[in-house]
């Protein structure tokens, strides 16, 4: 019997079962299933992960937090688009990017409140500074 090769990595078997009255043999590998024929070939068929889900998901507080901060990044982005000046604008952009990309993996409920207060600050201190440069 071969054993399927699924993303360049064998998995670990986890059952196989012969159809009755068929060339076609049935392999369960983790969530998929593939059918395998007499001359070899095989074919995914289904994949049934029960769900995209995380293993750990977040509770309502973090979900909430978590939109919030989404929320912002999103903002800030857009407000940044309004900067007159390419080369500041790339600085900026790369700037908000850096700074979300290097607190994405905080934990702690009050260092998070704490950046999303900071970067409140930031975006209402910006959207003035644009309000002024166009007056």
């Not at 369960?28 to 024929?37: T, V």
């Not at 994949?47 to 937090?65: D, E, G, V």
Request: glycine residues 2%; hydrophobic residues 40%; charged residues 25%.
């Amino acid at each position: 019997m071969v054993v399927p090769k699924y993303s360049g990595n064998v998995v670990k078997l986890l059952a196989a079962v012969t159809l009755p009255a068929s060339r076609w043999q049935c392999i369960k590998i983790g969530h998929r299933i593939f059918y395998q024929s007499t001359s070899g070939s095989v074919t995914l068929v289904a994949n049934m992960s029960a769900s995209k889900l995380p293993f750990a998901a977040l509770t309502l507080k973090q979900f909430l937090q978590r939109q919030k901060v989404l929320g912002i990044y999103r903002n800030l982005l857009r407000t940044i688009k309004q900067v007159p000046d390419e080369a500041d604008r790339k600085y900026l952009r790369d700037w908000a990017r850096e700074e979300f990309k290097r607190n994405k993996t905080a934990v702690e409920q009050d260092a998070i409140r704490m950046m999303i207060t900071q970067a409140d600050r930031h975006l209402e201190e910006l959207q003035k500074s644009l309000a002024l440069a166009r007056s």
